[in-house]
């Protein structure tokens, strides 16, 4: 093993990991399809009890309320779909194909700008390790993809 296939594994396995996130949020949304959620967020607020009938909690209930069953299944799908290009991603990298390395340089820097913004306007610990991680992780990627180029 070269030693840069264990940086690139330890990418597939983030990004495995990110996979496995999306597919929990997805099973989660899937679940919440199909039921009233104005009930479920009134359960929510008298179970940490709160008053439903107060200014924020009525506010969160209308929120909740407010997402329509097709919109909710339209996000479980997205979620899914997230999934399944993160494990693909994660598998290919972990094989070492070419291409996936090249679509893990592009599909982080997409990020970057977002994240950049992300941190700037709201700048917590969170947003900070984000940006690095996906900043390490598209740096590497080139280094990989360009190893001549980078030793220049």
């Known amino acids: 093993m070269i030693p ?42 008298t179970h940490l009890h709160l008053n439903p009938a107060s200014h924020y909690p009525s506010i969160f209930i209308a929120a909740i309320g407010s997402v329509s069953q097709s919109s909710l299944t339209l996000l479980a799908l997205g979620a899914a779909a997230y999934t399944l290009v993160r494990f693909i991603e994660a598998y290919g990298l972990w094989h070492n194909m070419g291409w996936t390395q090249w679509f893990a340089l592009f599909s982080g820097a997409i990020y970057l700008p977002f994240e950049l913004y992300e941190m700037m306007s709201h700048f917590s610990l969170l947003s900070v390790i984000v ?3 996906n900043l390490v992780v598209v740096i590497y990627m080139y280094f990989v993809l360009f190893p001549r180029k980078a030793a220049i």
């Open 4 to 45: 840069s296939d264990k940086g690139v594994r330890a990418i597939a396995m983030l990004e495995a990991s990110k996979g496995v996130l999306a597919l929990l949020v997805a099973i989660g949304l899937h679940a919440y399809a199909g039921i009233n959620l104005s009930v479920l967020a009134t359960q929510w607020v």
């Open 131 to 133: 940006l690095l991680i």
